[in-house]
């Protein structure tokens, strides 16, 4: 995990993942991302997090944002990602 939240928070890519502070290769890093969000981990990651802060009152949906690529279209609308 490490490595995932390493290259989310600096921007640079898997490449320059330095493996001995991270402890793991680009390689993993990448698998283990693609298995985690295969298997809902950040969903439910985001889920818990988002409770938590209702609960401690630090949830205020007035400056919320919604990334249109996470918003299921409606009336049958296609989805289409954003490519440039």
Do not use: N
């Amino acid at each position: 995990m490490r490595g995932v939240f390493y290259v989310l928070r600096t921007g640079v890519t898997w490449a320059d993942v330095p493996t001995e502070t991270i402890g793991c290769s680009e390689v993993t890093c990448r698998r283990r991302l693609r298995d985690w969000t295969e298997a809902g981990v950040w969903a439910r990651l985001h889920e818990i997090l988002s409770a938590e802060l209702r609960r401690a009152d630090l949830l205020d949906m007035d400056d919320a944002a919604i990334d249109g690529s996470q918003v299921r279209p409606l009336k049958g609308g296609s989805h289409r990602t954003f490519a440039g």
